[in-house]
Structure formats: structure tokens, C-alpha cells
């Protein structure tokens, strides 16, 4: 739909103001076990590209978030650092942090823009949060620009599993815009910020009658790098036979290569892998230096979640397998008599 | 007759009408949109809500009374609501836009989800839907209705355990990283992962067995759904504006990738890697 004239304005938010504000961006700034997560400094840098002020955001339960804090307020990019802490907010839960979201976003904020990482944590709060503020939401943004003379940002993100790309402007008439960021597609914001910036407390808003409660997280464990950030990821498809093939066959490799393992959905699905490993349209999309896909086919789905990879290494059987269509290094050989020869070699 | 003190459940699941996942998508060439005259189904993510639906009826059985499903578009998507049916859904709501309108996005779909869930008189319990549509990929319509309606939300659930009497949905939902449980009363919005947990009748935790497809319609099924009240709506006498508040500047290709050689052997192979610095890395 080409240009279609908005009129509609929220009834919650209204401008109040003709001349158009400077941007201001709230980025929430996630966190796990005292340091920041990778993904919300990817977030940051995409904030810093609208230009104006940039106000960081740390939500957490006491005993973290003073060393996140600590942490963030050498953040590039940040003018102003908030925090609040209470035990509530020990788990990211959306019924009780959206008030808080709400308070500081409520007629009066000066905030043009709120940013997050495309997390599970803040896909789940930013949607509801921009809901009761009647705004929309602008998904896994891969590059945007801001134009301060209309007050209005633009920004491509993937549709269709990134098969197609869609350029989409969030106007004026839009008082808050809401956007969670693709970290693959900006940096993460470095650390060595000199000067001293405001960093102020908030006061939490207590919730006592939350629908909802938290019972218990199970994290899987690992020693290797996260999916999420490694530069150099394995991935295992449905080929790898059963879990215990799938990791024996791979994890060496991974090992040999200081390599985060990922897998295809057909893995997952199969039992072979965690769900946590999923790479793909609606698992991970990863963009690391190497990435090598092992017996898996190149499903549409599975190259959503990897095309965008510096190097695709494709180990298969089938020479006709749609991973070899991008793949830059392509093998075709029946994986388990050659991955034990990488393995064997890398040492070497 | 014994006077039961359990309120019976409504169960709402919206469902949308999008491209076929393995339609190869095509740009059209004055990039405003994709080419649409492919194949269409439901969303394979609704689906699995469904699906899902159906599945808490045959374990708490006499406690669900009613399986709605609803979709938002053209004339065509009432196709998608008959194979829900077919699939086990009781009754259907229509509310039909125009062959020609855009898309509703997801803020408009969740404020006609929330007056359509107003007028029924029985109250609605539960909203599945799935997590994501494959067309737009934005994910965010669930929470929206949890946020317009105040309600729980538990996104990206694997296993779903409703427990009538109590009024509460035991979720685990899928998290970076794991698995987070999650007790939330009812009313709730839920919206469904890839792979679904199901227990089965004893319900003991060690019972379980990973989902496997979505059931494919029997004939009887498609022809009994065929009986099945379809209630038509428009969004005018819902009150709502569907007008999208984002404007589409334009849709194009991504940038396409070519695949380089293949190698013959694995010396080949990390050649290739050597030549990038890529070397075995030595713990």
C-alpha cells in the first residue's frame, strides 16, 4: 500500500506541539548475570542513528542492577542512564514491567522512539506496552533513518522468512515509535565513553495483583560460545541420524573451531537438538564469520535465519541440496566420513 | 443434575489467511508488494493454535464448551475458517475487508479481536493464536490483545496445561536460551510456538510425547464443517479503523547471495577456510 494518507491519531497520544522535537530514544537495556546483553548494544547503536538524545533504560532485581549500571554508564552513544530495581522485577514479566513502561512514556515524556533487541523479553513487553499506548510496533528493523525536518523515521525489515524486503515509514502522526532492532544488522555500541552522563533512579511500581506468575526458567547450559553472538557457529540437520550422533559428530568439530553449535529445525523437531539451538526463520538469525551447515538441505526457513553469514561452508550428500545455491564453500560427501577429517586436520 | 461450579470454557482462536510457506515469493516489478496470485493457507503457526485448541478439548473434555475461531480478511478467507472447522473448531466469525485492502496490521487485528471478544455474551477464557503470521513475520498481536484487554499473556508456548477449576493455564514457553514456566489466571492470551508438548490422559509428567502435525481434516470433518455457523462482520459495526498507520515506501529484493564452488575434498574445503584465517582454534 503506497503512501496512504494517515489521519488517525491515537486517542491516548496526541503532539501537543507544532515544531517538530529532536528524537529521543529510550533503549532498554537488557541483562543476564551482570553484564549487558550483546543484542540491546546493538539496539543502542541503532537508537544513536536517529540522532537527539538517547536515554538508556535497566530494569532488574536489586542485587544486579547496580553492576549493570555500573556497566552501562560507559555506554557510546547514551546522554542519559535510568534504572529501577525491585525483587518483582527479578523476571522480565510483561504484566508488571509494562506499568512502568507505561508511567515513563505517559502525555507528558518528551521520548520520540523506544528501542529493544528483538528478545523473547522484549517482544513480549514492547508490543503490549505500545498497545495500551496505541501505537504500533515496527519488528526486527534492519536499517533506518530518521528525517527531522517531517518527524518521521523509515525503516526495512525482512518479511516473507527475509525472502522480500520491506521499507516502511513510521510518520509524524505516530507520537511514540515503538521498533525492536535485528542486532546482526548493527553493531554493538562500545564502552569507552569518557564523560560523566545523568543516570538517575526510578522508583518501581509495585504490582500486587499480577495475573501472572513466574514458576521456574531452565536455561540449557553450555560451555561453547552463545548462538547469538558467536562468530563461528556448526550446524547439524536432519541428517545426523539421533541426539547422541548429532552431538558426537559435531561438538568435536565445534570444538576444533572454538564454534557455537546451531540447528536445523528438522534437528530440533527430530529430538537431535534443543530448541534453543534452531536456526532459522522463527528460531535464531545469525550472521557470524563462518557458518557450516552440515547435512542440512537449505530449506527457505533455514536460510532466514543464516543467508546474511560471512562464510556458508555446506557439507551434503545431494549435490541438488538448495544450501549449495549459497553456499561459498561446497562439499558433497557424506559428512560423517569427512568431519572427522576436518576435526582430525584442524589439530594438526 | 449436579450444580457445577466450574465455568466452562470458551475458547477463542484467531487465524490468518497468508502466502503458502513453500511458495517460492516473488517482488512484483513496480516494488509495492509481493505477487499474491500464488498459493494461500492458514498460518502455519495458527494452525498449531488450532490445533491446540482442539487438543485441550479431547483431555478436559465436557470443561471446553466452545472452540471459536475468527479471522480478519477478503471474501477467500472464509476457505481458511472451514478448514478450521474441519480441523474441530465449533463456530466461525468472518470479519470480511475488501479483496483490495491492505493487510490490517497487528494493532488493528488486536483492537477487533478485543470488541469482538466485548460482545460475547459467555465471556471468553483463553485466546490461542500463533506467534507470528509468515507473511509480515512481526510477532506482535497477541501481546497487543493482552495489553488492549489487561489480561495474562504467555508468548511462544510449547506446552499448555489449563486447569479448569483453579482458572489457570500452567505455560512453558520458549525462551532465548531455554524454557521459562509460567502460572497465569484466566483469562489469558497465548500465543503458540513451533513444537507443542502434549501430555497424555494420566497427565503424568514423564507422559509426554512431542507433537507431531497438525491434524489433517477427515472428509466426515469437512463435511460437517460445512454446517457450521460463519458469522459475518464488518470492522464498521465493530467500531474499528483498520487503516494501517505505517505507510509501505516500497518492498524489495534482498541482496542476492551467490553461491561460490564446491571443493572436492576436504583438503579443498580448508584451503578455503585458511585462506579467510580460519584455522583450528586451540582451546
Keep these: 500500500m503506497l503512501r496512504t494518507r494517515t489521519s488517525l491519531l491515537s486517542g491516548a497520544l496526541v503532539r501537543n506541539y507544532a515544531i517538530v522535537a529532536s528524537p529521543h530514544s529510550l533503549v532498554f537495556l537488557e541483562h543476564r548475570q551482570g553484564n549487558l546483553d550483546s543484542a540491546s548494544l546493538s539496539a543502542l547503536t541503532a537508537a544513536s542513528q536517529l540522532g537527539g538524545e538517547v536515554t538508556g533504560l535497566v530494569i532488574g532485581n536489586p542485587e544486579e542492577v547496580s553492576s549493570v549500571v555500573e556497566k552501562a554508564k560507559r555506554l557510546n552513544g547514551l546522554s542519559t542512564l535510568l534504572h529501577c530495581a525491585s525483587p518483582q522485577y527479578g523476571t522480565l514479566l510483561p504484566e508488571t514491567i509494562s506499568p512502568l513502561f507505561e508511567k515513563l512514556l505517559s502525555q507528558n515524556s518528551h521520548f520520540t522512539h523506544v528501542v529493544s533487541a528483538h528478545s523473547s523479553s522484549a517482544k513480549s513487553i514492547l508490543p503490549r506496552v505500545a498497545a495500551r499506548l496505541g501505537v504500533p510496533v515496527v519488528s526486527d528493523v534492519t536499517s533506518l533513518e530518521h528525517d527531522a525536518a517531517s518527524g518521521s523515521t523509515t525503516f526495512t525489515r525482512p518479511i516473507y522468512a527475509g525472502n522480500a524486503i520491506s521499507t516502511v515509514c513510521a510518520p509524524f502522526s505516530i507520537p511514540i515509535k515503538f521498533f525492536t532492532v535485528r542486532s546482526t544488522s548493527f553493531a554493538a555500541a562500545g564502552a569507552e565513553d569518557a564523560v560523566e552522563i545523568e543516570v538517575k533512579t526510578l522508583g518501581p511500581i509495585e504490582i500486587s495483583d499480577a495475573p501472572t506468575e513466574h514458576i521456574g526458567t531452565s536455561l540449557t547450559k553450555s560451555d561453547r560460545p552463545d548462538l547469538g553472538v558467536a562468530s563461528r557457529i556448526v550446524s547439524g540437520g536432519r541428517a545426523l541420524k539421533n541426539a547422541e550422533t548429532f552431538q558426537s559428530t559435531l561438538y568435536p568439530l565445534a570444538d576444533a573451531l572454538g564454534a557455537a553449535v546451531g540447528a536445523s529445525r528438522a534437528a530440533v523437531d527430530a529430538g537431535y537438538a534443543d530448541n534453543s539451538l534452531q536456526v532459522g526463520q522463527t528460531g535464531k538469525v545469525v550472521a557470524p564469520e563462518l557458518y557450516m551447515a552440515l547435512g542440512i538441505s537449505g530449506a527457505i526457513q533455514h536460510l532466514a535465519g543464516m543467508k546474511d553469514s560471512k562464510l556458508i561452508v555446506a557439507i551434503n550428500k545431494d549435490p541438488e541440496a538448495p544450501i549449495f545455491q549459497v553456499a561459498d564453500v561446497g562439499l558433497v560427501a557424506d559428512l560423517f566420513e569427512v568431519v572427522p577429517e576436518i576435526v582430525g586436520k584442524l589439530k594438526q | ?283
Design chain 2, 1 to 283: 443434575m449436579r450444580p457445577s461450579a466450574v465455568r466452562l470454557l470458551n475458547i477463542l482462536v484467531p487465524i490468518k489467511r497468508a502466502v503458502d510457506y513453500a511458495v517460492k515469493i516473488r517482488v512484483n516489478p513496480e516494488q509495492t508488494g509481493i505477487d499474491l496470485n500464488v498459493k494461500h493457507s492458514m498460518n502455519p503457526f495458527d494452525e498449531i493454535a488450532v490445533e491446540e485448541a482442539v487438543r485441550l478439548r479431547e483431555r478436559l473434555k465436557d470443561a471446553v464448551k466452545s472452540i471459536k475461531v475468527v479471522t480478519i480478511g477478503p471474501p477467500k478467507s472464509a476457505e481458511t475458517l472451514r478448514t478450521a472447522l474441519a480441523m474441530g473448531a465449533d463456530s466461525a466469525i468472518h470479519v470480511e475487508i475488501p479483496e483490495s485492502a491492505p493487510a490490517p496490521e497487528p494493532l488493528a487485528v488486536a483492537k477487533t479481536l478485543r470488541a469482538l471478544i466485548e460482545r460475547q455474551k459467555e465471556g471468553v477464557d483463553v485466546v490461542i493464536l500463533g506467534k507470528q503470521a509468515i507473511d509480515d513475520d512481526a510477532g506482535q498481536t497477541g501481546q497487543m490483545l493482552a495489553g488492549l484487554l489487561g489480561w495474562s499473556q504467555a508468548t511462544f508456548a510449547s506446552k499448555v496445561v489449563v486447569d479448569p477449576e483453579l482458572k489457570v493455564a500452567n505455560v512453558t514457553r520458549e525462551i532465548d536460551g531455554g524454557l521459562e514456566e509460567l502460572r497465569c489466571k484466566l483469562p489469558v492470551v497465548i500465543t503458540t510456538d513451533l513444537r507443542q508438548v502434549h501430555l497424555t490422559a494420566s497427565s503424568h509428567p514423564v507422559d509426554f510425547h512431542f507433537f507431531k502435525e497438525p491434524r489433517y481434516a477427515s472428509l466426515p470433518n469437512i463435511m460437517k464443517a460445512k454446517k457450521k455457523p460463519v458469522e459475518k462482520l464488518t470492522s464498521a459495526e465493530l467500531g474499528i479503523d483498520l487503516t494501517p498507520r505505517l505507510e509501505t515506501v516500497k518492498v524489495t529484493e534482498p541482496l542476492k547471495r551467490v553461491g561460490g564452488g564446491k571443493v572436492a575434498n576436504v583438503d579443498e574445503l580448508l584451503a578455503k577456510l585458511k585462506e579467510v584465517g580460519i584455522t583450528g582454534k586451540h582451546a
